[in-house]
């Protein structure tokens, strides 16, 4: 009897042994882990959906496009009303080892008189992943076009804040804007509760002519890259803790400088419930700058050469301190998010590289068997690495929807407002797009453009 009862304990104990080993290899199934690539795009209320084109017709009124240059009654903000048409593809398919989320988007907008403001705007955003095993797989991402519009192009999207490092925001000006970031990530599950990710990306933004040569001169192009590696661990089944480290330079393409930068972040993850979860990170970063500064000069030299002041190669060294949190929840068809981070992004053409703060809500529906809705609100600031000029402040908020009408009919309705304005020029405080007219696409629930 004894014999059996030990024999019987030494299979139990090598039952859960074996369980447990089990339950800690594999695919890191954790809460989401900042500064991780994930599944981006092709997502509308919460949810996957399954590729689906879609082309519209609308109506749109601006009351106040901005150029580089006044109009010629002197203003920087002019009024004009257009109709724009577009096309697009956007959804998920997934295989075995593999799948691809893909949202594009390419629309043409003509308004009358302002034909200078006339033009294509195009959104492309791809991301695929292949599972090499449970334990290693390979993540390619790419985010480029060009977007004609200061604001409402690209805001409805589901970016994450590495996305954000080569797709334009905060921007001051209509003008055409080229951009295109390309990003690979390869993570190892070492086990479920421990795992390493490695990554990085190349980016390019440049600003094109609306028909005068001062647009083109005016605004400051930036490309550049970034890498990071990410060590997670799964404290409990809804709690992780993460460390990580990233490098990056920008390079700006028509003006003298650079700046490089290192940062260390620590970040904790936590499912609160089924379908609330709680992703936050505090780090710092070492900032390095290769800029032009003025000195002054001997007063002696200065008699000379007939100037107080002379132009030097300078490299300030800064500390700055690095905040991200991400609040969200799932429900069976929509999705509400809260977001807040503290960063360096590549400025806007007019501020360069900057300390940028980003708090924003999203809200997107899409439940019912007719009606699709998107919210959003946020507040956004810019403080130039190395400029003096002052600080940018933005407050935006925008609606959305779709009405299916009949079949493959909808109705569209969009609005977008912000106010804004800038330590250099009070140029434009208040602007507002508004825009109805239909989409055509076939599919049993409604369109979800945004």
């Known amino acids: 009897m004894r014999l059996r009862t030990i024999l019987l304990g030494l299979l139990t104990l090598a039952s859960v042994s074996l369980a447990s080993a089990q339950d800690d290899e594999g695919e890191y199934q954790g809460p989401t882990i900042l500064d991780r690539a994930g599944p981006s795009v092709g997502q509308r209320g919460g949810q996957a959906v399954d590729f689906r084109p879609y082309g519209d017709v609308e109506g749109v ?3 106040g496009l901005v150029g580089v240059v006044p109009a010629a009654n002197g203003q920087y903000g002019v009024g004009a009303e257009g109709i724009l048409a577009g096309f697009g593809l956007m959804g998920n398919r997934n295989w075995v080892h593999d799948s691809l989320s ?19 705007s195009q959104y492309l955003g791809l991301n695929y992943t292949h599972h090499f095993s449970e334990r290693l797989k390979l993540n390619l991402r790419e985010n480029g076009g060009i977007t004609r519009y200061a604001f409402g192009e690209l805001t409805y999207l589901p970016l994450q804040n590495s996305d954000l490092v080569g797709v334009p925001a905060n921007q001051l000006f209509d003008v055409p804007t080229y951009f295109s970031q390309t990003g690979v990530d390869l993570t190892y599950n070492f086990t479920r509760r421990l795992s390493l990710d490695v990554g990085g990306d190349g980016f390019i933004i440049s600003y094109g002519n609306t028909g005068n040569a001062a647009n083109q001169l005016a605004l400051i192009g930036v490309d550049g890259g970034t890498g990071r590696a990410n060590l997670a661990y799964r404290l409990t089944k809804r709690q992780t803790v993460s460390v990580d480290y990233g490098f990056s330079h920008y390079s700006y393409t028509n003006a003298f400088g650079n700046v490089q930068f290192q940062s260390v972040g620590l970040g904790y993850a936590v499912a609160i419930s089924k379908t609330w979860q709680l992703a936050t990170e505090i780090g710092g970063y070492r900032v390095q700058s290769l800029t032009l500064t003025q000195v002054p000069v001997d007063p002696a030299i200065a008699a000379i050469v007939g100037s107080q002041y002379a132009t030097v190669v300078s490299r300030p060294v800064q500390f ?14 929509s999705s509400l998010a809260f977001n807040y981070s503290k960063t360096i992004t590549p400025g806007n053409g007019a501020y360069l590289t900057a300390d940028t703060q980003n708090a924003g809500v999203n809200f997107s529906y899409l439940g019912s068997r007719r009606l699709a809705t998107s919210l959003i609100a946020g507040y956004s600031d810019m403080s130039a690495i190395g400029q003096q000029i002052g600080v940018f402040r933005m407050e935006y908020a925008g609606c959305g929807l779709t009405y299916k009408l009949y079949d493959a009919v909808h109705l569209e309705l969009r609005y977008d407002y912000r106010h804004f304005n800038t330590g250099v020029v009070n140029y434009l405080t208040n602007e507002s797009r508004v825009s109805l007219g239909l989409a055509f696409s076939p599919g049993p629930t409604p369109l979800a453009v945004w």
């Not at 893909?102 to 294509?120: A, E, H, I, K, M």
């Not at 700055?320 to 068809?333: D, E, N, R, S």
């Open 61 to 63: 009124y601006d009351s």
């Open 102 to 120: 893909v949202d594009y988007r390419g629309t043409y907008t003509y308004y009358q008189p302002n034909v200078g403001f006339n033009g294509l």
């Open 320 to 333: 700055m301190p690095m905040y991200q949190a991400a609040l969200t929840h799932k429900f069976a068809h």
